[in-house]
């Protein structure tokens, strides 16, 4: 019966959407206030509606209802709860359920707090908002739908791959999907512009805050998925350059320019049309990510079930969304009017650098990611891109850029002074040429590219404080004052101080990881002692545990440091024999500056186990770093300017000035 | 200011090429390519092996048996989905797997050996001269070689357990190793 009702929820959230899609962008164009006001309340019900039917299949996955199909295929009664919950985004019908859910979510998040929009503009938003909406409950009613029965009813369903069977990547979608589906507000906002004609500092202020939420959501979901690579598929590895990673790369690099050009837009009334065409970009890649990891176009470590046929409706989707945003831009954009003018050196110069630099990265990602399949397309050839490539393309544009993010707060708007600046950042510098001193004296000469990443990652990091110093005058005034400006910083500022520094902390983890991660794979008997980085790892013993739902070789061992114990290490190799699939369990134990890492493989047969030690070094640092970045973006979702009422729109027309006044 | 009105349709027009890429890639199957060295001897090589000690790979190898050649790499993600395919193969079927390493890291390409398993009777370290020889376009790519040193069939990208059982095991006993 649940089942009955989740199911007839989503078509009834699909009419509504219908209905939501038309009436308020009819009423907006006409000026009819009655219609306009169909826009939240119909908002509110297609979140009701979606999240009834989202429920009802958590529901049946709760209490494994194997006569739902998708239960049957992604979950086993021998799960525990959470993994039981987490299976619904496991596979590609209940993640696309929860993309609609999340996608719901933020529309009825806009129809809720968006109270100080103009009517008019929150109408047209929430009717973008809801021919995305369509489209996707439309592909998901038609080619990927959770609630088919299945009968009979099987006993016991078929389990969930043991890799995805972790409390990490149990939230990780969930985190992913807030990043990708939160940029379609950004996009609804562009579209709406575009539609109205009009682009202002007051809309720069509506948008930004939901840009930002979206970005923190997507940081925190990419430094997640990296997260559980690294303790999961044993390898020691973080970052593959997979297509399903950058998938999630390419909005995170667009959607950042787009958060810095909105701040251009929003303080200087300038690049206007370049912060549209930013937002359109981040949210199409969103759905490109979408589209090449569900459709099977590329071959990918990640992978999902994929199906052509709904291949060729998401790609219907994206030609929709994105042909028919970008067409509306290429009508409206020209009319659009620029503000103020801009000397290349000065903060709007250094934040269009940052764009540049941004874009041309995530370009860079996007032709590694999509050559292979345009040139089977256009020369019938088949070619593998790896991590070669992204070393030589990639690290060169962000190395450019980290060294303009320390200088780039440091100048004043409109026109700036680069040798003052510079000047200003002197302790900077020396930090910068210290670091890579004293890397290279303790490492060698042979270290010279982790003493540029260190350098680059030490310039960020002093350059960030110096700026956050200068700003509360420490040095200059008794303390007392200094902290009273430190209180009365605005929240966005101590955000980007600790979204910078958060990168430099992430440079200096990668760095530490790339120059100096040390490995041993030995085979390992019971009682033997392995050197790794100045510990010991002894193995005592091995043996064979029982899980909830696996079985588990597992290895005995003490890490000892100068003959002292430190911890003790269990890395196991977990079979699941309901899904017939194995999966590593990784021993890490971190102090926060370095991880010893452990993993068990398969027996030799004689006794003896295949042992893979590790020692990364700074690899904590890059999570770290990350947890700072999103912080930096909450903090700075926290600033002050974006909960007090509505920011004045400029009245232009005479007649808008009405409408304003009555707000 | 003026106004450059063109450069606002490139954005659509770039997106409207991508998206044309995009359909036929769709319908392309990414597992067929057809190779003009198909029922062509297998070419001459000698690679050396991963690690000094250990016997590399050449031609003469592959005289006698029907074997598998299965070109990998450690940096290359759908070998890393294709590996326990392989493993499962070698292990069942008990037919000769060659590896040739193809432009890697030694080192590296230990490394993931001994993380995922070994299904190779021998392994040959390539620069990618070899590759050129053999058509290799990318990692991974898998030829049956017949017990004259022919090569019999190519499959380009990442084998799966359902290659193997609808073609490669057919084959294999078609060439009745």
Same mark, same amino acid.
């Given at each position: 019966?649940?089942?009955?009702?989740?199911?007839?929820?989503?078509?009834?959230?699909?009419?509504?959407?219908?209905?939501?899609?038309?009436?308020?962008?009819?009423?907006?164009?006409?000026?009819?206030?009655?219609?306009?006001?169909?826009?939240?309340?119909?908002?509110?019900?297609?979140?009701?509606?979606?999240?009834?039917?989202?429920?009802?299949?958590?529901?049946?996955?709760?209490?494994?209802?194997?006569?739902?199909?998708?239960?049957?295929?992604?979950?086993?009664?021998?799960?525990?709860?959470?993994?039981?919950?987490?299976?619904?985004?496991?596979?590609?019908?209940?993640?696309?359920?929860?993309?609609?859910?999340?996608?719901?979510?933020?529309?009825?998040?806009?129809?809720?707090?968006?109270?100080?929009?103009?009517?008019?503009?929150?109408?047209?938003?929430?009717?973008?908002?809801?021919?995305?909406?369509?489209?996707?409950?439309?592909?998901?009613?038609?080619?990927?739908?959770?609630?088919?029965?299945?009968?009979?009813?099987?006993?016991?369903?078929?389990?969930?791959?043991?890799?995805?069977?972790?409390?990490?990547?149990?939230?990780?979608?969930?985190?992913?999907?807030?990043?990708?589906?939160?940029?379609?507000?950004?996009?609804?906002?562009?579209?709406?512009?575009?539609?109205?004609?009009?682009?202002?500092?007051?809309?720069?202020?509506?948008?930004?805050?939901?840009?930002?939420?979206?970005?923190?959501?997507?940081?925190?979901?990419?430094?997640?998925?990296?997260?559980?690579?690294?303790?999961?598929?044993?390898?020691?590895?973080?970052?593959?350059?997979?297509?399903?990673?950058?998938?999630?790369?390419?909005?995170?690099?667009?959607?950042?320019?787009?958060?810095?050009?909105?701040?251009?837009?929003?303080?200087?009334?300038?690049?206007?049309?370049?912060?549209?065409?930013?937002?359109?970009?981040?949210?199409?890649?969103?759905?490109?990510?979408?589209?090449?990891?569900?459709?099977?176009?590329?071959?990918?470590?990640?992978?999902?079930?994929?199906?052509?046929?709904?291949?060729?409706?998401?790609?219907?989707?994206?030609?929709?969304?994105?042909?028919?945003?970008?067409?509306?831009?290429?009508?409206?954009?020209?009319?659009?009017?620029?503000?103020?003018?801009?000397?290349?050196?000065?903060?709007?110069?250094?934040?269009?650098?940052?764009?540049?630099?941004?874009?041309?990265?995530?370009?860079?990602?996007?032709?590694?990611?999509?050559?292979?399949?345009?040139?089977?397309?256009?020369?019938?050839?088949?070619?593998?891109?790896?991590?070669?490539?992204?070393?030589?393309?990639?690290?060169?544009?962000?190395?450019?850029?980290?060294?303009?993010?320390?200088?780039?707060?440091?100048?004043?708007?409109?026109? !700036?002074?680069?040798? &003052? *600046? %510079?000047?200003?950042? @002197?302790?900077?510098?020396?930090?910068?040429?210290? #670091? /890579?001193?004293? +890397?290279?004296?303790?490492?060698?000469?042979?270290?010279?590219?982790?003493?540029?990443?260190?350098?680059?990652?030490?310039?960020?990091?002093?350059?960030?404080?110096?700026?956050?110093?200068?700003?509360?005058?420490?040095?200059?005034?008794?303390?007392?004052?200094?902290?009273?400006?430190?209180?009365?910083?605005?929240?966005?500022?101590?955000?980007?101080?600790?979204?910078?520094?958060?990168?430099?902390?992430?440079?200096?983890?990668?760095?530490?990881?790339?120059?100096?991660?040390?490995?041993?794979?030995?085979?390992?008997?019971?009682?033997?002692?392995?050197?790794?980085?100045?510990?010991?790892?002894?193995?005592?013993?091995?043996?064979?545990?029982?899980?909830?739902?696996?079985?588990?070789?597992?290895?005995?061992?003490?890490?000892?440091?100068? !003959?002292?114990?430190? &911890? *003790? %290490?269990?890395?196991? @190799?977990?079979?699941?024999?309901?899904?017939?699939? #194995? /999966?590593?369990? +990784?021993?890490?134990?971190?102090?926060?500056?370095?991880?010893?890492?452990?993993?068990?493989?398969?027996?030799?047969?004689?006794?003896?186990?295949?042992?893979?030690?590790?020692?990364?070094?700074?690899?904590?640092?890059?999570?770290?770093?990350?947890?700072?970045?999103?912080?930096?973006?909450?903090?700075?979702?926290?600033?002050?300017?974006?909960?007090?009422?509505?920011?004045?729109?400029?009245?232009?027309?005479?007649?808008?000035?009405?409408?304003?006044?009555?707000? | 200011?003026?106004?450059?009105?063109?450069?606002?349709?490139?954005?659509?027009?770039?997106?409207?090429?991508?998206?044309?890429?995009?359909?036929?890639?769709?319908?392309?199957?990414?597992?067929?390519?057809?190779?003009?060295?198909?029922?062509?001897?297998?070419?001459?090589?000698?690679?050396?092996?991963?690690?000094?000690?250990?016997?590399?790979?050449?031609?003469?190898?592959?005289?006698?048996?029907?074997?598998?050649?299965?070109?990998?790499?450690?940096?290359?993600?759908?070998?890393?989905?294709?590996?326990?395919?392989?493993?499962?193969?070698?292990?069942?079927?008990?037919?000769?797997?060659?590896?040739?390493?193809?432009?890697?890291?030694?080192?590296?390409?230990?490394?993931?050996?001994?993380?995922?398993?070994?299904?190779?009777?021998?392994?040959?370290?390539?620069?990618?001269?070899?590759?050129?020889?053999?058509?290799?376009?990318?990692?991974?790519?898998?030829?049956?070689?017949?017990?004259?040193?022919?090569?019999?069939?190519?499959?380009?990208?990442?084998?799966?357990?359902?290659?193997?059982?609808?073609?490669?095991?057919?084959?294999?006993?078609?060439?009745?190793?």
């Amino acid at each position: 019966m649940i089942n009955e009702i989740g199911h007839f929820a989503l078509v009834l959230a699909l009419c509504v959407s219908a209905l939501q899609m038309v009436v308020p962008l009819v009423g907006a164009a006409r000026g009819d206030a009655a219609l306009t006001a169909w826009a939240r309340p119909a908002a509110i019900a297609q979140f009701l509606f979606i999240a009834t039917a989202f429920f009802a299949l958590m529901h049946a996955y709760a209490v494994s209802d194997f006569s739902l199909a998708n239960v049957a295929a992604n979950s086993s009664s021998m799960k525990p709860l959470l993994f039981k919950l987490s299976g619904v985004w496991s596979n590609h019908e209940g993640s696309m359920l929860l993309w609609v859910f999340i996608l719901a979510l933020f529309g009825a998040a806009v129809a809720v707090f968006g109270r100080n929009l103009p009517p008019s503009l929150r109408a047209r938003v929430l009717s973008v908002q809801a021919m995305i909406g369509f489209g996707f409950l439309l592909f998901i009613l038609l080619t990927s739908n959770p609630f088919v029965r299945l009968f009979p009813v099987p006993a016991e369903g078929a389990g969930l791959n043991p890799i995805l069977e972790d409390r990490g990547l149990a939230f990780h979608p969930p985190c992913l999907y807030l990043g990708y589906v939160g940029f379609s507000i950004s996009f609804c906002f562009a579209i709406a512009a575009l539609i109205e004609g009009r682009v202002d500092p007051a809309w720069a202020r509506w948008v930004r805050p939901w840009t930002l939420a979206a970005w923190c959501a997507l940081t925190t979901g990419i430094a997640m998925g990296s997260w559980w690579s690294y303790y999961t598929l044993g390898w020691g590895g973080w970052w593959f350059w997979d297509p399903v990673e950058n998938a999630s790369f390419m909005p995170w690099l667009v959607g950042t320019a787009l958060l810095h050009s909105a701040i251009v837009v929003e303080k200087r009334d300038t690049l206007k049309t370049w912060t549209i065409l930013l937002a359109i970009i981040t949210f199409s890649l969103s759905l490109i990510g979408t589209f090449l990891v569900r459709s099977g176009v590329l071959t990918s470590v990640h992978a999902f079930a994929s199906d052509p046929r709904r291949g060729v409706f998401i790609l219907l989707l994206l030609g929709a969304y994105t042909g028919g945003a970008l067409l509306l831009f290429a009508w409206r954009a020209p009319q659009l009017v620029g503000g103020g003018l801009f000397a290349p050196i000065s903060r709007e110069g250094g934040l269009l650098l940052n764009n540049l630099l941004l874009t041309t990265a995530a370009a860079t990602v996007f032709l590694g990611t999509l050559y292979p399949l345009f040139l089977d397309v256009v020369a019938h050839q088949r070619v593998s891109v790896g991590p070669p490539f992204y070393a030589m393309t990639f690290v060169p544009i962000m190395v450019p850029l980290l060294i303009a993010m320390a200088v780039g707060p440091m100048l004043p708007w409109k026109r !700036g002074d680069l040798l &003052a *600046a %510079l000047s200003h950042l @002197k302790w900077a510098f020396l930090a910068t040429a210290a #670091a /890579a001193i004293v +890397v290279l004296a303790i490492a060698g000469v042979r270290s010279i590219g982790a003493a540029c990443g260190l350098a680059l990652a030490a310039w960020l990091l002093i350059g960030t404080a110096v700026e956050l110093a200068e700003r509360v005058h420490l040095f200059g005034e008794p303390l007392a004052s200094v902290f009273r400006r430190a209180r009365r910083l605005p929240r966005s500022a101590w955000g980007m101080t600790f979204a910078h520094a958060g990168m430099a902390v992430v440079i200096a983890g990668i760095t530490g990881s790339t120059a100096w991660t040390e490995e041993r794979i030995v085979n390992g008997k019971p009682g033997q002692s392995f050197d790794i980085a100045g510990y010991t790892i002894k193995l005592d013993a091995v043996n064979e545990v029982q899980g909830p739902d696996f079985t588990a070789t597992q290895a005995d061992m003490r890490l000892l440091r100068d !003959g002292t114990e430190i &911890a *003790a %290490l269990h890395p196991e @190799k977990r079979f699941y024999p309901v899904e017939n699939g #194995a /999966a590593t369990g +990784v021993a890490i134990r971190t102090n926060m500056v370095s991880d010893i890492y452990a993993v068990i493989g398969d027996p030799d047969g004689k006794g003896g186990y295949v042992l893979r030690l590790y020692y990364n070094p700074l690899v904590p640092w890059i999570w770290l770093g990350a947890a700072f970045m999103a912080l930096g973006g909450l903090v700075s979702l926290s600033d002050r300017r974006h909960r007090v009422g509505a920011p004045a729109r400029r009245a232009r027309p005479v007649a808008d000035a009405g409408v304003q006044a009555a707000e | 200011m003026a106004r450059r009105g063109w450069l606002y349709v490139v954005p659509i027009v770039v997106f409207a090429l991508l998206a044309g890429g995009f359909y036929v890639g769709l319908g392309r199957d990414t597992m067929v390519l057809p190779s003009p060295l198909i029922d062509k001897p297998a070419p001459q090589f000698s690679l050396p092996p991963l690690a000094e000690g250990e016997s590399g790979f050449s031609t003469s190898d592959l005289r006698g048996h029907v074997s598998l050649v299965n070109t990998f790499a450690s940096w290359c993600a759908p070998c890393r989905a294709e590996h326990p395919v392989l493993n499962h193969l070698a292990r069942s079927s008990g037919v000769a797997i060659y590896g040739i390493d193809y432009k890697d890291k030694p080192d590296a390409a230990r490394a993931w050996i001994a993380a995922l398993g070994n299904p190779y009777v021998r392994i040959g370290a390539d620069d990618g001269r070899v590759g050129i020889d053999w058509g290799v376009y990318g990692v991974p790519e898998t030829f049956i070689v017949d017990r004259t040193g022919r090569i019999r069939y190519k499959h380009v990208g990442p084998l799966t357990e359902d290659d193997v059982t609808a073609t490669i095991l057919p084959l294999l006993a078609k060439l009745g190793r």
